[in-house]
């Protein structure tokens, strides 16, 4: 904003410099077909305003490059946040190979299973920042595709605990969604027995009931600290 209107005061300041020199130049004809030939500060004139015009023009061009350069960094910055590339990978080699790459890596500290990692999260915080942190390192909250996956994902849990998964019903009408847009099929639900149970519950976690001995789904109210689960596609190298 300030930048703007910086270039807007040169470029008043431009006109009016050289809209005097214009008055100036036109009033120097007349002095030539005047009887006085010799006039010797028309060259002197001359030269400063040449000079003033490109002093002027050096600093246009100057602010023009600092705006672009600000604006520039600035696009840079919003993408390194917007797609995070991990610092330290860990990676595997492949035994079948996805065209050249056949290296497959996982942030550091965060655990394999099939083409995705996981990283079991322990700070309790709500469902919406829990899947806002996940965004930030490119994941999701933890999409449950299949029984396998999950089977694999609760032996590395804590009884004790819930887990917030990317699955919620926003208007609290049982339309449950998958926050990667995978279609909510229910042969692929593994809720506890009357769950959900709750229309103002409108975000799903993974805990374990010690009544039947199983980990399970359950709804709960968003605003809710839990722990959480992101997942994201391993990277081929
Ligand atoms: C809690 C809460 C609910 C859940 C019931 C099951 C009392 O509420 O976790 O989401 O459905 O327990 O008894
Ligand atoms: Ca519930």
Redesign the pocket.
């Known amino acids: 904003m300030t930048s703007e209107i910086t270039y807007a005061e040169v470029n008043f300041k431009t006109e009016s410099k050289s809209s005097g020199t214009n008055s100036k130049s036109l009033s120097d004809p007349k002095k030539k077909t005047s009887p006085h030939r010799s006039n010797p500060s028309f060259p002197k004139l001359l030269l400063t305003s040449l000079l003033i015009f490109l002093l002027l023009l050096a600093i246009s061009f100057f602010i023009a490059f600092v705006i672009f350069f600000q604006r520039y960094s600035q696009l840079k910055e919003k993408k390194t946040l917007k797609e995070p590339i991990p610092r330290f990978v860990e990676c595997e080699k492949s035994n079948w190979t996805m065209g050249e790459k056949d290296w497959s890596c996982c942030p550091k500290n965060w655990t394999s299973f099939e083409s995705n990692c996981y990283l079991i999260s322990t700070t309790s915080v709500s469902w919406d920042k829990s899947e806002k942190i996940c965004s930030e390192t490119g994941a999701h909250l933890l999409v449950i595709n299949t029984k396998e996956e999950q089977e694999f994902i609760i032996q590395k849990l804590n009884e004790n605990y819930a887990y917030y998964l990317g699955l919620s019903d926003p208007e609290g009408k049982n339309q449950w969604q998958w926050v990667d847009q995978t279609p909510y099929n229910e042969s692929v639900i593994f809720w506890?027995e009357?769950?959900?149970?709750?229309p103002a519950?409108n975000c799903a976690l993974l805990l374990f009931r010690p009544t039947t001995k199983k980990w399970g789904w359950?709804?709960?109210p968003c605003s809710e600290m839990q722990y959480s689960i992101c997942k994201m596609k391993k990277i081929y190298i």
């Open positions: 506890h009357d769950e959900p149970n709750n519950e359950n709804d709960i």
